[in-house]
Nanobody, 130 residues
């Protein structure tokens, strides 16, 4: 089992920045992959970014590429989502998710599907005002 806990959400003005953290605990494999998703009320949960833990390979959705950066600190067992140039449309609950699936043993070349993620954090609200 893997437990995930997000932190770092809040209210920020358009153009500002926030950094989300996701502390992971429990058993992970060599193919452990962490991702971030977001969801607005009434909308589907949307993939944002993912990182292959051991190699650091990353993948981003087109909507955040160039503005958001996903990273991890192996020593702290914590993943991060650095969000810059935030826009009102980035407003959502952000979820950290993870999988030990062997699908990503050779790296990440596509979005992480929510259905591939076995583990989820409770979510953290990000609100961007105009």
């Amino acid at each position: 089992q893997v437990q995930l806990v997000e932190s770092g959400g809040g209210l920020v003005q358009a153009g500002g920045s926030l950094r989300l953290s996701c502390a992971a605990s429990g058993r992970t494999s060599s193919s452990f992959t962490m991702g971030w998703f977001r969801q607005d009320p009434g909308k589907e949960r949307e993939f944002v970014a993912a990182i292959r833990w051991s190699r650091g390979n990353t993948y981003y959705s087109d909507s955040v590429k160039g503005r958001f950066t996903i990273s991890r600190d192996n020593a702290k067992n914590t993943g991060y989502l650095e969000m810059n140039s935030l826009k009102p449309k980035d407003t959502a609950v952000y979820y950290c998710a993870a999988t030990n699936s062997p699908n990503f043993l050779s790296g990440i070349s596509r979005p992480l599907s929510r259905y591939e993620c076995n583990y989820w954090g409770p979510g953290t609200q990000v609100t961007v005002s105009s």
